[in-house]
């Protein structure tokens, strides 16, 4: 299968470079597998699709202020790290800009020596990794220093950082937003609690598994990257029920279905787990363990439409997509959702 299948051409002006001043003032693209019909409502109109006894599953990773600055200890050579994963033992994964500056033993300063990183290990593709010390405690001394890391397409300065989290993030440790939960807020959250939709959080700190880009020719050939994973014992155990009752699993976001399936492979169920997982979803792989997705539109032969593409069909997805530009829907991580049923 070749990455370049997953291509098609964006206009610029489509990339969303702010969000909406209301979360839930997206657009909505509803995508039937099953009959290949395609809708367009608002956001707030996913409250229609949604039925007593569904299960929806959210993603409360907190992203960290993860982008620091600092400047060799040797040289004074601007280097830029994006923490990617905490190791333990105060060992940080980042990856590096520039990446030739920084070898084995390099020593990176922080705010005048608040925080230094010293390189323990050199990956490939710009990934090292680095043995903190620091002043403080550590999260601390990154709400200090760190910025929040925006996307690359992303251009123009994020005024409220809030708006690059979830309304629910609760457990710090991503590099990157969990981007279709930005169209909730409590109130709507609330109000599917009412008709009678369970509200389940698991946790996935999105690291470079997710954003990484595909630079390779064939889709069997990327390897995805670890990102670590919980899940607690009452979730496991809700959807376990709401697969025996045949109950609808809807996931926000890839990095939830990711998750799950990871825990569905592994168990054969769903069970209380802690891990990591590196599992790639692309066209041929059979879900086991969700029913519908709430997703965003996605990069260019990236891994994340690759899995919606598995999830609906190579087919439809371009379909969807085509139609998607025609009518100017705002793409990426500001940009609008799509409800896959």
Known sequence: MKVIDFDFHLPEELIAQTPLSVRTDSRLMVVDRWTKEISHRRFEDIIEYLRPGDHLVLNDTKVLPSRIIGEKVTTKAVI????????????WEAMVKPSRRVKLGTKVS?????????????????IKHFQMKHQGIFLEVLDRLGEMPLPPYIHQKLIDQSR????????????????????????????????????????????????????VERVEQHKMHKEEYKITNDVASALNNAKRNNERIICVGTTS??????????????????????IFIY???????????????????????????????TELIREAYREAI?????FFSFGDAMFIK
């Open 80 to 91: 830029e790290l994006l923490l990617l994963r905490d190791l333990g033992e105060a060992v």
């Open 257 to 278: 279905a990711r998750t799950l399936e990871s825990v569905f492979q592994k168990f054969g169920e769903f069970r209380a787990d802690r891990d990591e997982t590196e």
């Open 283 to 313: 066209p041929g792989y059979r879900f086991l363990a969700i029913d519908a997705l709430i997703t965003n539109f996605h990069l260019p032969k990236s891994t994340l439409i690759m899995l919606v593409s598995a999830f609906a069909g």
């Open 110 to 126: 922080f705010g005048n020596g608040i925080l230094e990183a010293t390189c323990v290990e050199e990956l490939d593709e710009g």
């Open 164 to 215: 690059y989290q979830t309304v629910y993030a609760a457990h710090p440790g991503s590099a990157a937003a969990p981007t279709a939960g930005l169209h909730f807020t409590k109130e709507f959250l609330d109000r599917l609690s009412q008709k009678g939709v369970h509200v389940h959080y698991l946790t996935l700190h999105v690291g470079l598994g997710t954003f990484r880009g595909v630079s």
């Open 326 to 330: 025609s009518e100017k829907y705002r």
